[in-house]
């Protein structure tokens, strides 16, 4: 069963998880389990789902149980009236904040913009060698996308050298590797952690929040418990 974040008449919320497609896909054909199939199995009725998240991606997934809600809801999308916010663990020390605004490719050849804000919420730097280095360092983020590109997240932070844990294509192998066998972590540590909107029908404005899923959160508690450093800034 899916976690249900919010539910009325005429939308619900869950926080997806890890590895879980929002619907079949083309792309991963090896998928048997889809978050539609679930959540509607699960409430016994027709869902529509809003928007997309990457299957690697966790967090928060809105669905509306009419199409004419689902396109009113989409429309906000589209015009950048939702705000979206993203918890992200990136290889290295990055800025403390910034912006990146490097457009990108879409499946069409066409180049889009796209717009990304973040913020470091806390810095790591564990006695564990990589590399040439004695101990290894990263990045707990906040990002606040204000275009809705595929992948944007993923290539931003892979443009600005900060890639992902856990990401592929874009990010780190070795890292990746690192986390695999020195963690157990096969995951990408990226969690939609809030979507706020206006509702279509009542008029009020939701914010939905959703927390780790329980692999994110095993590895910062290991994080935490192996922190160097004092905690660099606090949401």
């Known amino acids: 069963m899916l976690e249900i974040l919010y539910q009325d ?9 890890h590895g879980l497609l929002v619907h079949q896909s083309s792309l991963a054909r090896d998928a048997r389990e889809f978050a539609l199939q679930i959540l509607r199995d699960q409430l016994g009725k027709i869902v529509y789902p809003v928007h997309r998240l990457d299957r690697k991606t966790s ?22 009236e939702v705000d979206k ?20 490719v879409n499946a069409s050849g066409k180049s889009q913009e796209a717009i990304t804000a973040f913020n470091v919420l806390e810095k790591f730097e564990l006695q ?20 809705g590109r595929m992948h944007q997240l993923r290539k931003h932070f892979a443009h600005i050298y900060h890639p992902i844990i ?6 780190c192998n070795k890292q990746n590797k690192l986390f695999l066998e020195t963690w ?7 969690h939609a952690s809030s979507v706020a909107f206006v509702h279509p029908i009542t008029g009020n404005r939701l914010e939905i929040v959703a927390q780790f899923q329980s692999e994110f959160e095993r590895i910062l508690t290991v994080f935490n418990r192996s922190n160097l450093l004092q905690n660099s800034s606090n949401k």
């Open 128 to 147: 564990v060698p990589f590399g040439k280095y004695d101990t290894s360092r990263y990045s707990l983020v906040e990002a606040r996308p204000t275009t």
């Open 184 to 190: 157990q972590l096969n995951d990408m540590l990226l």
């Open 59 to 80: 967090g928060v997934l809105l669905f509306a149980f009419t199409p004419e809600l689902n396109s009113l809801l989409q429309q906000q999308f589209m015009r950048g």
């Open 9 to 17: 008449d005429y939308l619900v919320a869950v926080n997806k998880p």
């Open 166 to 171: 856990g990401d592929r294509p874009y990010g």
């Open 85 to 104: 916010t993203y918890l992200a663990l990136l290889r290295g020390f990055a800025p403390e904040s910034g912006c990146i605004d490097y457009p990108l």
